[in-house]
């Protein structure tokens, strides 16, 4: 249905005539007559009674009109949504983001951005930081919030926060017998602790074997989790220990009580997290400000 042909229409109905029509749309009374001839020959119906003053409608006039009526309304709602996304108040992003990333960040960020973009929808996509590297630069999330190292010309990163690695473990372990609570400690006084482990494809992980390659250990993998939290209530639970983000840890609570901290001596683990994009993404107001918030809040944080 063409738009302007359903505009004159109604007219025509609304006014009771084609000349009251003609003088209101500023248009000729045999232009207006001509384009009436033309929609009843493509509907194939008459759609006015002209027999009758004012003009009143067939029963395929009273179908037309009707659909006139709706594909207006529909073409007005277009282009107010339109009006609202180029205004960015309207939209939707990918997000990718660990499961215990999301955890630590999400709660604190999503309440004041759904408090400035209630219209905003965001898609969450939950994986390791590896496999949520990957599925930005295929271009799968649009935004991603991850542990990484700055590596990809293609990608832009935002610090959110340095990531300090810690030793987590149990106080009935041989480690926590023998070192004071707090002390920096290299990897190889946990070289005979049973280890509460990242899967593979995780950061954490990543740096872990790295660790033990490089100091020629192989400690004794209890459990491999994709999950931090599942990891510290084992780590409590059994004699055994973790790598963490110390960050990841609460200064109160049961973790730090049934549990010793050790900062890791030689990690120099260059792995923070970022909130990353393609810098051949274009970014909306909307997104923008959702990195701005992720930002503050890692400034917060530090």
């Not at 990608?155 to 300090?164: D, K, P």
């Not at 070289?191 to 033990?212: M, T, V, W, Y």
């Amino acid at each position: 249905m063409n738009i302007k042909h359903a505009q004159y229409m109604l007219t025509i109905l609304q006014e009771g005539g084609i000349t009251n029509a003609a003088r209101k749309l500023y248009v000729s009374q045999p232009s207006l007559s001509q384009m009436v001839k033309l929609v009843e020959n493509n509907l194939g119906a008459p759609i006015f009674n002209r027999t009758k003053d004012p003009l009143t409608l067939t029963y395929a006039g009273q179908r037309y009109m009707e659909a006139a009526r709706q594909v207006l309304a529909i073409n007005e709602n277009l282009k107010k949504e339109i009006e609202e996304i180029n205004h960015e108040d309207h939209g939707k992003f990918r997000l990718g983001i660990p499961v215990q990333r999301g955890m630590q960040i999400l709660p604190h960020a999503l309440p004041v951005f759904f408090e400035k973009y209630p219209h905003v929808d965001i898609e969450l996509t939950e994986y390791g930081s590896t496999e949520t590297e990957k599925l930005l630069l295929d271009g799968k999330v649009d935004i991603a919030c991850m542990t990484t190292i700055p590596r990809y010309e293609e990608l832009q990163y935002t610090l959110i926060e340095n990531e300090e690695l810690v030793l987590l473990a149990n106080k009935d372990t041989d480690l926590a017998h023998r070192i004071p609570n707090g002390t920096p400690i290299s990897i190889l006084e946990a070289k005979n602790e049973c280890f509460i482990s990242n899967k593979p494809g995780h950061s954490i992980r990543a740096i872990q074997d790295i660790l033990f390659a490089s100091n020629n250990i192989s400690p004794k993998l209890l459990l491999e989790s994709a999950s931090i939290e599942v990891e510290k209530k084992v780590v409590v639970a059994c004699r055994a220990v973790m790598i963490c983000p110390l960050g990841y840890i609460e200064k109160e609570g049961p973790i730090p009580s049934q549990a010793n901290i050790y900062p890791l001596k030689d990690t120099d683990s260059k792995r923070h997290c970022y909130v990353c994009h393609r810098k051949d993404l274009y970014l909306t107001k909307y997104m923008r400000d959702f990195i701005n918030i992720l930002s503050e809040y890692g400034s917060q944080t530090c």
